[in-house]
Nanobody, 122 residues
Framework: QVQLVESGGGSVQAGGSLRLSCAASGYTYRMAWFRQAPGKEREGVAAILTSSGFTSYSDSVKGRFTISQDNAKNTVYLQMNSLKPEDTAMYYC??????????????????WGQGTQVTVSS
């Protein structure tokens, strides 16, 4: 069993930046960030293969968000720049025990963090 602990959420004005962290208690093959706004479905925004560092992004955040990792710490980061009010959501870290599969299919992920709130005001 792998535990994921997120941190780094908060409130920021539009155009600002935040960095989220997700510390894993063990090794996983793929990690991702999802978000869910009230009344909306959970949306995958960024993912990374931990062995190669290969990344993938949703169109809604491409060019603004960057996912990275520190393998020595089993930690994944999400640097969020040029934040918009529509980025407001609960952000969840997720981990998968395999490298293959659809990047942003939530059901593919085996472990989930508790979430951290990001609020962007206009």
């Amino acid at each position: 069993q792998v535990q994921l602990v997120e941190s780094g959420g908060g409130s920021v004005q539009a155009g600002g930046s935040l960095r989220l962290s997700c510390a894993a208690s063990g090794y996983t093959y793929r990690m991702a960030w999802f978000r869910q706004a009230p009344g909306k479905e959970r949306e995958g925004v960024a993912a990374i293969l931990t062995s190669s560092g290969f990344t993938s992004y949703s169109d809604s955040v491409k060019g603004r968000f960057t996912i990275s990792q520190d393998n020595a710490k089993n930690t994944v980061y999400l640097q969020m720049n040029s934040l918009k009010p529509e980025d407001t959501a609960m952000y969840y870290c997720a981990a998968r025990k395999a490298t293959w599969g659809i990047w942003f299919r939530a059901n593919d992920y085996n472990y989930w963090g508790q979430g951290t709130q990001v609020t962007v005001s206009s």
